[in-house]
């Protein structure tokens, strides 16, 4: 789950995610992606955890990437969309950076790794992550104006993003064939824990 310091953000196995007054435990509103967006139920269930940001909710659910009205609910905008089910629907759990000068909300899908602009939803750039059965479950971490991943029964990689006047680039800086499998690294005075 997520806190802001006045809500609770709890994601449910059907794809449900429920905000609770912290102090009450009152519901202030819920979100059936499965009903609402028609999508297939997620094999595994709502896995990512929500992130919060000011007055909005970034969450990987109902096939897709979302921004919700953290006080609402109200979908603000859907990116990325696949297919859902035993396929789609991602584990990983959004991040917010800034990479090449640029916020943007870092999503890994169960197929690619994605800068997304917050506000809008517009994809600023995509990298392809090779996967085993669509696994990629680990949370990217952002280190200056690179991202580190890694994915199940594969390697890790650390990419750098770069900005000409035109478009986002994404280079390999490196590779290893350490795997991360499902905790989350944290960078701290420059070493990944």
Request: aromatic share 12%; charged share 20%.
């Amino acid at each position: 789950p997520a806190y802001d310091g006045e809500t609770l953000y709890v994601a449910g196995m059907r794809d449900l995610l429920v905000a609770l007054d912290a102090k009450s435990g009152q519901e202030r509103w819920r979100l059936d992606f499965v009903k609402e967006f028609k999508s297939p139920l997620p094999a595994f269930g709502f896995v990512c955890s929500p992130l919060v940001v000011g007055e909005s909710l970034y969450v990987q659910a109902g096939a897709s990437c979302f921004r919700l009205n953290k006080r609402t609910g109200e979908v603000q905008w859907r990116a990325i969309k696949d297919e859902g089910g035993m396929y789609g629907s991602a584990f990983s759990s959004p991040v917010m950076a800034t990479l090449a000068g640029r916020r943007q909300v870092l999503f890994q899908t169960r197929e690619k790794l994605a800068g997304v602009e917050p506000e809008t939803g517009d994809i600023l750039w995509e990298q392809k992550i090779p996967n085993f059965r669509g696994m990629n479950i680990l949370t990217p971490v952002a280190v200056g104006d690179a991202v580190f991943t890694s994915s199940y029964q594969n390697k890790s990689w650390l990419y750098q993003v770069s900005k000409s006047a035109e478009s986002y680039q994404v280079t390999e800086a490196w590779n290893n064939n350490a795997q991360g499998y499902m905790s989350t690294p944290v960078v701290i005075g420059g070493y990944a824990y």
